[in-house]
């Protein structure tokens, strides 16, 4: 398996820039720590071995921790999907799914609805190794 190509701190600083400028909402930081936090999730290590074991199980935890933490003013949701699908990007798996489906899905994230391994599922589901 090549490298896991983590996202930074800046890159995910950019995704919510890029959110707030085409969609709208307040700009800035709401809690720092709890954004380093939800990215230090999907590399989190026990032993030298990941504790999220594939590139769907370390997306989700992007996804979930960063719509969980709720580390920015606004668009925390946006944010998320918009960082897992980057991140599985860069990692050579392309993602799809039918209008509508990654909206509602990340609400009910948001609302509670689903977990972190039911994200992985409905991320693995709708990607793709390119």
Known sequence: MKPVQFLTLAEVLE???????????????????????ALAMPMATFGEHFLHTDLYEMAAAYLFHLVKNHPFIDGNK?????????????????????????????????????TKAETAVFLREHSART
């Open 78 to 114: 946006r944010v998320g999907a918009v960082a897992a699908i980057v991140f599985l990007t860069l990692n050579g798996c392309g993602f799809s799914a039918p209008p509508g489906l990654l909206h509602d899905f990340v609400t009910a994230l948001a609302r509670g609805e689903h």
């Open 15 to 37: 995704i919510h820039q890029d959110q707030i400028a085409r969609y709208g909402g307040h700009p800035g930081t709401r809690d720092l720590n709890l954004l380093k936090s």
